[in-house]
T-cell receptor
Framework: AQSVTQLDSQVPVFEEAPVELRCNYS??????LFWYVQYPNQGLQLLLK??????LVESINGFEAEFNKSQTSFHLRKPSVHISDTAEYFC????????????FGGGTRLMVKP | DGGITQSPKYLFRKEGQNVTLSCEQN?????MYWYRQDPGQGLRLIYY???????QKGDIAEGYSVSREKKESFPLTVTSAQKNPTAFYLC??????????????FGPGTRLTVL
């Protein structure tokens, strides 16, 4: 069975500072990894995903995540955050045994302060 | 515009009442999902449907029921048997469920509060 752990429930950070949101997973087979973002009282939007190939994936708004198989991690980073990045971020995993079922982590609330 | 709509946005229910949450998609997706979101627990799968007239229980199906009579619609009924129904409910869809790489698209959610 798969599982996802997001180690930090809340991450406060000042505007223009770098941030890392941590995600670790467990799975016995090859995995597919996703980061979703949720703004207050809204649904989830896909931020970026790792399916295969390059282990570093990027989003259009400056976030990036690196798949590290040996450490079973998929941490999300941004070198300089904006107030508008304030949201909840969810890491999710799927694998060939799960079909299209996603297993979500508990979420990390990113709070960007001016 | 293609997308997923959920209604109502906010719903209040008295204890002992059944309520139905609507989910409609015009993306021509085969697969649809219902999730429950509670603070600090992420999303948990309630039910999913891979094709019309077929659906399967997810991790927390007790106290819920669904139907899939049309491809574009997947309503969720929260019954009186659900002991703690106050939560944020999210509907999602994907092209199909044949592979783990198909992105799930989410609706805006319905916040249900039991009074």
């Amino acid at each position: 069975a798969q599982s996802v752990t997001q180690l930090d429930s809340q991450v406060p950070v000042f505007e223009e500072a770098p941030v890392e949101l941590r995600c670790n997973y467990s799975s016995s087979v090859s995995v597919y990894l996703f980061w979703y973002v949720q703004y207050p009282n809204q649904g989830l939007q896909l931020l970026l995903k790792y399916l295969s190939g390059s282990t570093l994936v990027e989003s259009i708004n400056g976030f990036e995540a690196e798949f590290n198989k040996s450490q079973t991690s998929f941490h999300l980073r941004k070198p300089s955050v904006h107030i508008s990045d304030t949201a909840e971020y969810f890491c999710a995993v799927s694998d060939n045994n799960a079909g299209n079922m996603l297993t979500f982590g508990g979420g990390t609330r990113l709070m960007v302060k001016p | 515009d293609g997308g997923i709509t959920q209604s109502p946005k906010y719903l209040f229910r008295k204890e002992g009442q059944n309520v139905t949450l609507s989910c409609e998609q015009n993306l021509n997706h085969d697969a649809m999902y219902w999730y429950r979101q509670d603070p600090g627990q992420g999303l948990r799968l309630i039910y999913y449907s891979q094709i019309v007239n077929d659906f399967q229980k997810g991790d927390i199906a007790e106290g819920y029921s669904v139907s899939r009579e049309k491809k574009e619609s997947f309503p969720l009924t929260v019954t009186s048997a659900q002991k703690n129904p106050t939560a944020f409910y999210l509907c999602a869809s994907s092209i199909d469920s044949s592979g783990p790489y198909n992105e799930q698209f989410f609706g805006p959610g319905t916040r249900l509060t039991v009074l």
